[in-house]
T-cell receptor, first 114, second 116 residues
């Protein structure tokens, strides 16, 4: 079945440091890829998405590129802020395979210190 | 549009009791999903409705779990004879089937169940 593997956390960075959270996937079809963010006490929010190979999703300074050859969708940000502290989830949906569910990774907790 | 609402926010129940959760999706959304999230894990898919029809169910949804979406509006998730392993955050999400995609998922804040 489909699966998502993302780097273990927690990750602690100083403000203005560079961030990379690795994400790789396995899927039977041609999935769409997502990054979701969960701020403390809040629900999951879509951060960015990509639907085909070489697409780059971006939002709030975060970017991720759909790499079909390496089955990866790594999340990057050049300069993190304290307000970016949250749990980040990589996910995929494989609707081409007839499923409308999202398959999530385990999440990576990011803490940014001033 | 007030987003996806879930009720209650927290529920503590004794083992063996039945519990029911409610989800009110965004009004124009015709798709509704239930997920379960345990500590340190990502959300796991439970079931999916398109309008009132339940179209997909995970093997995680044992016989003790039942979900309904009467009239294609709000949904309920019932757990019978709760077990300690049912303790988790239960998330609801909705989307609009305009493109047949998952792009437009909106999640609720969840119901946290604790079985003691």
């Amino acid at each position: 079945g489909d699966s998502v593997t993302q780097m273990e956390g927690p990750v602690t960075l100083s403000e203005e440091a560079c961030l990379t959270i690795n994400c790789t996937y396995t899927a039977t079809g041609y999935p769409s890829l997502f990054w979701y963010v969960q701020y403390p006490g809040e629900g999951l929010q879509l951060l960015l998405k990509a639907t085909k190979a070489d697409d780059k999703g971006s939002n709030k300074g975060f970017e991720a590129t759909y790499r079909k050859e390496t089955t990866s969708f790594h999340l990057e940000k050049g300069s993190v802020q304290v307000s970016d502290s949250a749990v980040y989830f990589c996910a995929l949906s494989d609707e081409e395979a007839g499923s409308y569910q999202l398959t999530f990774g385990k999440g990576t907790k990011l803490s940014v210190i001033p | 549009d007030t987003g996806v609402s879930q009720d209650p926010r927290h529920k503590i129940t004794k083992r063996g009791q039945n519990v029911t959760f409610r989800c009110d999706p965004i009004s124009e959304h015709n798709r509704l999903y239930w997920y379960r999230q345990t500590l340190g894990q990502g959300p796991e898919f439970l079931t999916y409705f398109q309008n009132e029809a339940q179209l997909e169910k995970s093997r995680l949804l044992s016989d003790r779990f039942s979900a309904e979406r009467p009239k294609g509006s709000f949904s309920t998730l019932e757990i019978q004879r709760t077990e300690q392993g049912d303790s988790a955050m239960y998330l609801c999400a909705s989307s609009l089937d305009s493109t047949g995609s998952s792009y437009g998922y909106t999640f609720g804040s969840g119901t946290r169940l604790t079985v003691v």
